[in-house]
Structures are given as C-alpha cells and as structure tokens.
C-alpha cells in the first residue's frame, strides 16, 4: 500500500506540472491557431488552442470539441514528458477514413499549480464538512506544495468556458452554434471535470468523453471524497438525457486506483437506465495513466460521439 501511494503521489505531481508560457506547437495534421492571453473575469487568464481539420472552410460548419490540458495534446516536443494525445493524427485520420464527421478540436490549457484547484468537482467538494476540506487543503503532491494551491473554484472555470471561451470560437469560427453541437473532454482530474461540466450545464453540451477519470480526487483512496464525487453524480445524472457519456481506465500506475470506483458509476448508470445507447465505459488492462496510453485508444470515444 506504501507503494501503490508513493505512485500514485508520483503520478498526481507528474500530471500538475504545466507550462508558464505558451509553447510554439507544431502539428502533423490540420492547422492550429493559438489565441494568445484569453481575458477572463472568472479565472487566470492563458491562451487557448484552436485546431482546424484538413480542407476546414468557412463555407462548412463544423462541431466543437472543448479539451481540459491543453498544451498536452498536440505535439510531444513542447510537453514536460514528451508524450501527447495525438489530438491532430487521431482526428485527421478519423475524417479521412470518414469514421467521424470533420470537427474543431479547442485546448484549454490547465492553470499550472491551480490545476487541481481548478478541476476538482466544487459543489461535491462543498458538501464534505469544513473539517474534512481543511483536511484535503493540507495534502502535498511533493514536500513544500499543497496540492491545492488555491481553494477549489471548478465553477468558475466552468463559466470561462461558458461564458468566455465558448462565444469566442462561435464568433470566430466557422462552427455549428448550440450545446447540440458542443462536447468536452478530459483525463483524470480533467475526466471528473467534464463529467461535472456536463451535469452542470446539459443544455450547453451534448456529450462528455472522460478518460482515466480520477475518482479518488487526492492521493489515495478517500471515501468521503468519493461518495461526495458519486452521491453529485446520481442526483444530477437525470438532467441529462440525449446526452453521450464515455468513461474509461487502465489498471497501471495511476489506474490502478479506478476499477472498482468506475464501477460503482455504472452501477449509477444502469440503476437509473440511463439509456445504454447514450454510454459506454471501456476497460484496457494494462494501460497506465499517461497522454500514451489515452492517445492509442482516443479513437474510441471519439467515435463513439463523432460518428
């Protein structure tokens, strides 16, 4: 158990660290603007990545996928690890065998060493009792940094989203205009925030891919955390509808924490016959917790909304 907590300590810093300053990215496929110093009323501002799929022409409208770590996902030579999602080769290939419709792909970079701050779920955060969130605001994710640098605001990162980033591309971009044509996604903490996203805003998205969805929230397995992240689940899960849901998980490293709290969301799902069309939850064994292991199986779920 010591071990499986050094790793999994290990893995969380590894997956906080980010980039002061945008990168010069590069991609093999499609073009990718970046929109420098993006203001906000809501959060720190940063820069956003716009990609654009081969042939894209004002003359087309195309859906919008809004992605949590943006700086991981397109080209390995600008990330601290150099691994990426392949966001670029993945999508491209995909509209070229025209197993997806041709779609934007928008990365939102996280806020460095607010990351968890600003992706842990803040209402189920809100619930734990105060004892217990001054308790999770004293963890370090490496000696001398606390884990949650700043108090937790999700919310607040969801409005910049909504209210800031989201009217920029539709004012910008050649896109299909309403949450029917609007999906988020994310892996680990960014997993739990787009499920959260979702549930939050269903009329503003129709679907939420969540990859490697960090349902113990810290380090190590909490109970509390995790009733407080799945009690929020089953209580809102009926405002959604229409609405694609995709989870997945390894059991390597990171994942190996996720299997049995992944199953117990399924059970949420099928409990309340949340229509099986409109979910899928995927199992790699072997698969680790890296921008890798999400990279070969992307695809998936982005058939799985895209098609």
């Known amino acids: 158990m010591r071990f499986l907590a050094l790793l999994c300590a290990v893995s969380m810093f590894v997956s906080t660290f980010g980039f002061a300053s945008a990168p010069s990215f590069e991609v093999a496929k499609g073009k ?38 943006g700086r991981m996902l397109f080209d390995a030579n600008q990330t601290w690890n150099k691994q990426e999602w392949q966001v670029d080769e993945v999508v491209a290939g995909l509209i070229e065998q025209k197993r997806i419709r041709p779609i934007i792909v928008v990365g939102i970079p ?39 640098s700043a108090k937790v605001y999700s919310d607040s990162h969801a409005k910049f989203l909504i209210k800031e980033v989201i009217p920029y591309v539709e004012s910008h971009y050649s896109v299909n205009k309403g949450g029917a044509h609007r999906y988020i996604a994310g892996s680990s903490m960014g997993g739990l925030s787009s499920w959260y996203t979702l549930m939050n805003y269903p009329t503003d998205f129709a679907g939420a891919i969540c990859m490697s969805t960090h349902w113990p929230g810290i380090f190590s397995m909490d109970e509390e955390v995790f009733t407080a992240f799945k009690t929020y689940f089953a209580q809102h899960l009926a405002q959604l509808s229409t609405h694609k849901i995709y989870f997945d998980y390894g059991d390597a490293t990171l994942d190996a924490m996720y299997p049995l709290l992944q199953k117990q969301i399924d059970e949420i ?9 409109q979910w899928k939850t995927e199992y790699f064994r072997g698969e680790n917790h890296s921008e890798n292991a999400w990279a070969k199986r992307l695809h998936i779920p982005l058939e799985f909304m895209f098609q």
């Open 32 to 69: 990718l603007d970046i929109v420098t110093s993006v203001k906000s009323a809501f959060v720190q501002d940063r820069d956003i990545y716009v990609w654009l799929p081969p042939g894209y022409s004002s003359s087309k409208k195309y859906d919008v996928l809004y992605m949590h770590d």
């Open 110 to 148: 996280n806020a460095v060493e607010n990351r968890h701050s600003e992706y842990f779920p803040q209402q189920p955060f809100e619930t734990l009792s105060v004892a217990k969130q001054d308790a999770l605001y004293q963890i370090e994710k490496h000696p001398g940094s606390k884990l949650f």
């Open 269 to 277: 799902l099928e409990q309340q016959a949340y229509p099986r069309q």
